[in-house]
């Protein structure tokens, strides 16, 4: 199955996995290049020494292209974009902010960069700053978002740039596949039904929760971590949409974000702060910030229900736990022959109609 963003990365198939802060690991970007798709490692929650030993384990993993996911505006990204750059990542995914000068290093070295967007002026902005291709996320993704479903987005942003286009949110299948190249996109990003594979570590609690839950069971809100996300409907969820400014929380697990990642006060505070401008976040998103990068880990490493796990629409139409080879080979084969029959239907059409 060759399309543009085959082309363009040097990959089999065009299933990419989407780059989860503490979800997407060295072994699942591996094992997702290896099965012929595009593993990217999610770089964001690393300190600058801990994303480099995992880019070398990826590397140590696979021959195939990979890349890396970073968000520009969280604290700390500059020293994580230099470790990137100098690491010469083959494929860079970059999310929240402006990448124009990491474009360019990135070009120098022979590599590409994938922007991740949500709203139409983004990805204008992304075509034109020299992004090689643009991951458009949609309402159903787990991902930050807007509030444009991808049946709308995909197409919409097809007919106002010319770079390939990923779809994210929603796809999860061979038939979603298919639906995504009709839109107009070149391949799709895939976060929640990767979560769902063999390789992934995502505690084994919260891979039974996602078996179970339907295509309602997810709340979207912008009180995880100060943005608009999806995540799958808790007692805990439930409760965070109500919760007032969590003051006193926000500043213990800043502490605690501040000595994981080996940031500097003012480091940690100017991340913060920058994020929050950029997003027009009040007080109350700004404090959000740390309580959800704390509450994500302790759902998917813990298990913990008290924590939050990110989850896109498309968990209720996955009921299985395969490896990143049998998923990725079952949607090919199924977009294969969804879109044969949409030809043949359309060759019939045309033959009823003369």
Known sequence: METRITELLG??????????????????????????????????????????????????????????????????ATDLVDTILEAKVPVVNYALGKATE????????????????????????????????????????????????????LPTIANQVKVPIIGAGGFCDGRTLAAALILGADGISMGTRFALTKECILHQNYKQLLLRAGVEDTIFSDRFDGLLSRALKTKKTESVVQRRLPLIESLSNALRLKRELKLSLWELVRGVFRMGKTQ?????????????MVEFRRAIISGDEDGIMLAGQDCGRIDDIPTCAELIERIVAEAEEVLKGVRVKTIRNEQAKA
Do not use: C, W
């Open 102 to 153: 990491i474009i360019k290093a990135v070009h120098q070295y022979g590599g590409k960069v994938i922007a991740t967007v949500a709203l139409e002026r983004h990805a204008k902005r992304s075509e034109q700053d020299g992004a090689d291709a643009i991951i458009v996320t949609g309402y159903e993704a787990a991902a930050h978002a807007g509030n444009v479903s991808s049946l709308v987005l």
């Open 280 to 292: 027009k976040l009040g007080l109350s998103g700004l404090a959000l910030i740390p309580v959800g």
């Open 11 to 76: 990959i089999k198939y065009p299933i990419i996995l989407a780059g989860m802060s503490y979800v997407t690991t060295p072994e699942l970007a591996a094992a997702v290049s290896n099965a012929g798709g595009l593993g990217i490692l999610g770089g964001s929650p690393y300190t600058a020494e801990g994303l480099e030993a995992a880019i070398k384990e990826v590397r140590s993993l696979t021959d195939k292209p990979f890349g890396v996911n970073i968000t520009l505006l969280i604290p700390g």
